[in-house]
């Protein structure tokens, strides 16, 4: 993965608007929370292949970045992105590490549905 280019990601998902395509959206500090005491509880939200459609996307901040997607009837968003990359299926892969390397946001769209 590479730091986002913030015309790259915008390039692609003005490829995927109006498309049905696969999402996989993941929050977590899940085991790293319990691996510190400092934080009184782990919290992640996680989602694979779900379909969705949306009307726009866009790619917002200097970094970390937030990426949203407007579909008709509401949003989609993720923030604290940081790297990206298109894999070799053609999925927009986004991530967002902490100052450690560590994954606390990931967000990935494919037109076919993700491996289970």
Not at 88 to 110: C, N, Y
Request: charged share 25%; aromatic share 6%; glycine share 12%.
């Amino acid at each position: 993965m590479e730091r986002i280019d913030v015309t790259g990601v915008q390039a692609e998902l003005d490829r995927l608007v109006q498309r049905d395509v696969y999402l996989h959206l993941e929050t977590t500090n899940g085991a790293y929370a319990a691996l510190r005491g400092d934080q009184p509880m782990a919290v992640c939200a996680y989602i694979r292949n779900g379909r969705v459609r949306f009307v726009r996307g866009s790619v917002t901040g200097a970094g970390p970045h937030r990426v949203g997607l407007k579909m008709e009837d509401g949003w989609i968003y993720a923030e604290g992105l940081t790297d990206w990359e298109i894999d070799k299926e053609g999925r927009l892969l986004l991530a967002g590490h902490d100052s450690e390397g560590r994954l606390a946001v990931a967000l990935q769209l494919s037109e076919k549905p993700f491996p289970m």
